[in-house]
C-alpha cells in the first residue's frame, strides 16, 4: 500500500483546499482528533484536521503509552470499559497497528499468600476472559501465577521482602506520539486535508445561528482564513471548554485537567524482563520496559496552570522514586532519571454544561453538542481511540450515519499491510547496511512496512543509513523521513515526536542537535539564519525544562518553564 507524504507544501495546499468547504472540521491533533479525521475520511467525506502544534503535543504524546484495557477498572466492576478496551488492543496488535502495538508482560506482585492471590488471580482471569471474547486466535499468553523464585528470575532487582510472589499477565505498549501521525498520514491517504500549526481562533455561524465552519490562523504564515464545513468536532483534549467557548454558546462538556508525570531511566540500571504494576494509595503505578528505557509513573493531582508545557516538578520526582523504591532492590537516584515528562488528563466532569442539547455518555468518553453544528468529544484512552472516533461522526451525522457507518476495524494504519513480508526482506537490508538486530527491529517497529522507503532513500543518499553519531540509537535516514513524509515544520518536532530523544538521552538530544539540523535543512530548504533560530529556540527549551525539574510546584515550574518562548505559539483565545 502506498503511504502518504506530509511536507510544509501539502500543508499549504491542504488549507487552500479547505476553503473551498468541508463536510466536517476536525479541531485538534491528538489521538482523537486523528482517529476522528481517518473514521470520516474512510466513510467518504471530505475532511479537514487542523493541529494548532505539532501533532500529538497535547496529551497524546505524554501518555504511559499503554494499549491495555485498564486493570483497575476491574476492581470498580466496569466489565463493558475493560472489555471495550480488550478489544480495541486486540484490533491494533492483530490488524491495525501490528508494527507500532507490542506486546509486554507485566507482574502484579502480592504481598499475601492465601486471600490476595485468588482475589488478584480471580480478576486478572476475568481481564484474559475478556481479552478473549475477541474473534479470533488470542493475541496474548494468558496470565501465569508466579513463585517469589520465579519472580526473581523474571525481575532481579524486585526486593526480595516487597512480595511472596506474582501474577503475571499481558499487555501492550505503543509509541504515542508516533500512533499520531501515523494515523494523520494514513487519513490523508484517503483524503484527509491535514494543517498542524493551525489554530482555530473563531468559529462561524450561518443566519440560523448555526455553526458552519471555523476562522483559522495559520501559526506559520500569520494568515488567517475562513473555512466552511457541515460539522465542526471539536477534539481539543484539555482544551474542550476554551475551542467550545467559541460558538458564543454556555453549553458543553465540562472538563478539568489533571497532571501524571513520568520519569525515564536507562533499561540496564534495573534488572528486569517484564514490566511492574503497582498499588498506590491513589491509583497504581506502571515501572514499563519500553525501548531501550524504563518509564515509571504515574501522578495524579489537579492542574489548573499553562496547558501547553505542564512539567515534572521537584515535588512529583521524588513521589514516583519514594514509590518505586519501596520495591526496588537498589534505590533509584534522581542521577538515574534521564528524562521526565508531564501530561494533562482531559477529567470530564459529572453532566454538561446547561444548553447541551444532546449527549452520549460512556463512563469514559462523552460526545455532546454544545451548539448545534458543533460537536465536543472529551475523556477515554488512547487505547480506545477509535471508538471515541467513531462515536463523535456517528453522533454528528446523525441519521446519515447508518447509511455510512465506520469501517475503521477494517482500516490497517500506514506500515501494518505488507509487514509480514517486510519482516522477511528487513535481513537483506540489515546485511547490505550493517544494521544489527536491534536496528532492524527498532524500525520495523516505528515504520512497518514503510521500510522500503526509507531504503529507497538510503539507496539515494548512502550516508543516511549510518546512526547519529551522538544519538545512535536512530539512523541519519530516520530524521530525513520524519522531514520529508512526516509533517516536519520545526526542529523541536523532530526532538520531541518523531523521535523522543527530549526525554531518551540525558542531554535531551542537544549533542545531536547539529547533525540532525544537517540533515533535515537542505529537505526543509532552512538557510544558515534559520537553522541558528530553531537550535537557539531547541536549546532554551530544554534548559527552561531542565530548571522546571528543581521547581517545588505547580506555580513555579509554570514560571520557570515559561520562561522559554515557543517557536511558533499558540495564541490566547478570547474568553466569551
Ligand atoms: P490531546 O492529545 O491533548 O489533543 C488535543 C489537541 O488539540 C492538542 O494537540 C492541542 O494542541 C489541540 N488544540 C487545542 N486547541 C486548539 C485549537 N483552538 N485549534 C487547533 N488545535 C487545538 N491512555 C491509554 O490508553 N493508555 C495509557 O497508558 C495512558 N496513559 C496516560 C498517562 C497520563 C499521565 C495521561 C495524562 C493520560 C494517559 N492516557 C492513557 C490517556 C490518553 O493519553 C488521553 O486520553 C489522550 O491522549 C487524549 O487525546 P486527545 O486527542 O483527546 O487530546
Not at 471474547?133 to 523474571?154: C, D, V
Not at 498520514?185 to 468559529?203: E, F, H, N, P
Not at 454558546?249 to 531511566?265: D, E, F
Amino acid at each position: 500500500m502506498a503511504s502518504s507524504t506530509l511536507t510544509g507544501e501539502t500543508r499549504r495546499s491542504a488549507l487552500a483546499e479547505m476553503t473551498n468547504g468541508l463536510d466536517v472540521l476536525v479541531i485538534g491533533g491528538g489521538v482523537t482528533g486523528a482517529g476522528i479525521a481517518l473514521d470520516a475520511a474512510t466513510r467518504g467525506l471530505q475532511v479537514g484536521i487542523v493541529e494548532a502544534q505539532d501533532w500529538a503535543s497535547g496529551t497524546s504524546s505524554r501518555s504511559s503509552k499503554l494499549v491495555h484495557g485498564g486493570l483497575r477498572y476491574l476492581q470498580m466492576l466496569d466489565f463493558h470499559l475493560v472489555h471495550e478496551a480488550l478489544t480495541e488492543r486486540d484490533l491494533l496488535i492483530k490488524h491495525l497497528a501490528p508494527h507500532l502495538v507490542k506486546r509486554v508482560a507485566f507482574l502484579y506482585p502480592l504481598e499475601h499468600r492465601i486471600w490476595e492471590r485468588a482475589y488478584v488471580g480471580t480478576g486478572v482471569a476475568l481481564y484474559d476472559a475478556l481479552a478473549g471474547l475477541a474473534p479470533g486466535k488470542r493475541a496474548m499468553p494468558l496470565h501465569r501465577h508466579r513463585s517469589r523464585t520465579t519472580m526473581q528470575e523474571l525481575f532481579p532487582d524486585f526486593r526480595h521482602d516487597a512480595a511472596i510472589g506474582a501474577v503475571q499477565y499481558w499487555d501492550a505498549t505503543v509509541d504515542d506520539a508516533r500512533l499520531v501521525i501515523t494515523l494523520v498520514r494514513t487519513a490523508a491517504k484517503y483524503g484527509a486535508l491535514a494543517a498542524s500549526r493551525t489554530q482555530v481562533v473563531d468559529l462561524t455561524k450561518d443566519a440560523t445561528g448555526r455553526v458552519d465552519g471555523a476562522e483559522l490562523l495559520d501559526l506559520e504564515s500569520g494568515e488567517r482564513l475562513t473555512v466552511k464545513a457541515r460539522h465542526v468536532i471539536n477534539a481539543t483534549g484539555v482544551w474542550t471548554e476554551e475551542a467550545q467557548a467559541l460558538s458564543g454558546s454556555s453549553g458543553g462538556l465540562k472538563v478539568l485537567a489533571s497532571k501524571g508525570i513520568h520519569l525515564v531511566v536507562p533499561r540496564e540500571r534495573i534488572r528486569g524482563d517484564v514490566g511492574l504494576i503497582l498499588q498506590t494509595e491513589k491509583s497504581v503505578l506502571f515501572i514499563i520496559p519500553w525501548s531501550r528505557y524504563w518509564i515509571i509513573g504515574t501522578t495524579d493531582t489537579p492542574y489548573e496552570h499553562d496547558l501547553r508545557h505542564p512539567v515534572a516538578t521537584r515535588t512529583d520526582i521524588d513521589y514516583v522514586l519514594d514509590h518505586a523504591n519501596a520495591v526496588l532492590r537498589t534505590p533509584l537516584t534522581r542521577e538515574d532519571v534521564i528524562g521526565t515528562y508531564a501530561g494533562l488528563r482531559p477529567l470530564l466532569q459529572p453532566g454538561t454544561k446547561e444548553g447541551t442539547s444532546s449527549a452520549k455518555v460512556s463512563r469514559e468518553h462523552t460526545v455532546a453538542s454544545p451548539a448545534p453544528g458543533l460537536v465536543a468529544i472529551a475523556g477515554g484512552k488512547l487505547t480506545t481511540y477509535r471508538v471515541m472516533a467513531k462515536d463523535a461522526v456517528d453522533f454528528a451525522l446523525g441519521d446519515r450515519a447508518a447509511r455510512l457507518p465506520s469501517i475503521t476495524d477494517r482500516i490497517p494504519l500506514l506500515g501494518a499491510v505488507g509487514l509480514r513480508a517486510m519482516h522477511r526482506r528487513a535481513h537483506r537490508h540489515a546485511a547490505r547496511y550493517g544494521w544489527s538486530k536491534a536496528m532492524v527491529g527498532h524500525l520495523l517497529h516505528r515504520y512497518g512496512a514503510m521500510l522500503d522507503e526509507l531504503v529507497a532513500m538510503i539507496e539515494e543518499q548512502p550516508d543516511l543509513a549510518r546512526p547519529l553519531e551522538h544519538a545512535p540509537a536512530y539512523l541519519r535516514v530516520e530524521v530525513a523521513y520524519a522531514a520529508s513524509h512526516e509533517s516536519v515544520l520545526h526542529l523541536e518536532d523532530v526532538m520531541l515526536h518523531r523521535t523522543r530523544l527530549v526525554y531518551e538521552v540525558p542531554d535531551r538530544g542537544l549533542a545531536a542537535m547539529p547533525e540532525i539540523v544537517d540533515v533535515i535543512a537542505p529537505i526543509l530548504g532552512w538557510d544558515e539564519e534559520r537553522r541558528q533560530r530553531e537550535m537557539e529556540s531547541y536549546t532554551q527549551r530544554c534548559e527552561a525544562e531542565r530548571a522546571a525539574e528543581e521547581t517545588a510546584d505547580d506555580a513555579e515550574g509554570e514560571r520557570v518553564r515559561l520562561r522559554a518562548p515557543d517557536i511558533v505559539a499558540m495564541r490566547p483565545l478570547p474568553t466569551r
